[in-house]
């Protein structure tokens, strides 16, 4: 069978609206993931940090366990195999005249607790690399152990965090591929199901990894600018402003030199 190029690229330049609506339920399960993943990786982080050693314990086997099962298990055991042991399954509700799907929940719930497993252990890192003193010093101004985290320890670790945890994020925009193993409607699945119609597998996977393409690059994109804008402090000319460190990023590579805002100023 030969490649059918108007198939193609009418499949390309004007997608159906389940596959837009498939690109929709990609981008929202891996953002609602990334959102739980992290929220799950700063309390675990902080528990590997923690002076009780139960709490150590119970994060470090947390990490341990789930970054050694494949997410693909972690989906399947969550969404069937819960509901097979008699626990509570996850229930479609509404949200005014949109309906929520269990499997969509799972899914989300499933890449997260996978999520959760590696921020951990970037959130640990981050926090890490704050310098001792500096905390030692804020304890000395009598702040609390909430305004210590507040304060010094998150606004410093955040530029340590953000970029592996921008590379966690692309990885998770693929994982989302996983989740058509029980039976989300992304854009993987709906592929396959036209694909098992038209028997044109070879031109729908191509579209899917252009998708892929697309979704990851424009993410690497804004990383990229949020990254350029949280490392300015450690170049001799900053990008004060969003909208410079956006302009920078697309005009060279690196940081701006200082002549470039003494100029300006």
Same mark, same amino acid.
């Given at each position: 069978m030969?490649?059918?190029?108007?198939?193609?690229?009418?499949?390309?330049?004007?997608?159906?609206?389940?596959?837009? @609506?498939?690109?929709?339920?990609t981008m929202s399960i891996a953002l609602f993931a990334m959102i739980l993943g992290t929220i799950i990786g700063f309390l675990v982080g902080y528990g590997r940090l923690s002076k009780i050693w139960i709490i150590r314990a119970v994060s470090g086997l947390y990490v341990w366990i789930i970054r050694g099962i494949p997410p693909l298990v972690i989906l399947v055991l969550i969404f069937t195999g819960v509901a097979a042991a008699g626990l509570p399954r996850f229930e479609e509700f509404f949200i005014g005249s949109l309906e929520v799907p269990g499997n969509y929940q799972a899914a989300i719930a499933g890449? =997260? $607790?996978?999520? =959760?497993?590696?921020?951990?252990?970037?959130?640990?890192?981050?926090?890490?690399? /704050?310098?001792?003193?500096?905390?030692?010093?804020? #304890?000395?101004? =009598?702040? +609390?152990?909430?305004?210590?985290?507040?304060?010094?320890?998150?606004?410093?670790?955040?530029?340590?965090?953000?970029?592996?945890? =921008?590379?966690?994020?692309?990885?998770?925009? #693929?994982?989302? +591929?996983? /989740?058509s193993v029980i039976g989300v409607q992304e854009i993987f699945l709906i592929s396959q199901s036209v694909a098992s119609n038209t028997f044109r597998v070879f031109?729908?996977? $191509?579209?899917? +990894?252009?998708?892929?393409? $697309?979704?990851?690059?424009? @993410? +690497?994109?804004?990383?990229?600018?949020?990254?350029? #804008?949280?490392?300015?402090?450690?170049?001799?000319?900053?990008?004060?402003?969003?909208?410079q460190a956006f302009v920078h990023f697309f005009r060279r590579p690196g940081i701006p030199e200082r002549k470039e805002v003494m100029s300006r100023a």
């Open positions: 030969s490649f059918d190029w108007s198939f193609f690229f009418e499949r390309l330049f004007f997608p159906e609206e389940r596959y837009l @609506w498939g690109l929709f339920t890449l =997260g $607790i996978h999520t =959760g497993a590696y921020m951990a252990e970037i959130v640990r890192n981050g926090i890490q690399s /704050v310098q001792p003193g500096q905390i030692e010093a804020a #304890k000395a101004l =009598g702040m +609390s152990a909430a305004q210590i985290a507040r304060r010094i320890v998150v606004p410093q670790a955040t530029r340590v965090i953000i970029p592996p945890a =921008g590379n966690e994020f692309n990885v998770l925009i #693929k994982l989302t +591929s996983l /989740v031109e729908l996977m $191509i579209v899917v +990894s252009i998708s892929y393409l $697309i979704l990851t690059g424009f @993410w +690497s994109i804004v990383q990229g600018i949020v990254e350029l #804008k949280l490392r300015a402090f450690e170049a001799s000319t900053p990008a004060y402003t969003w909208g």
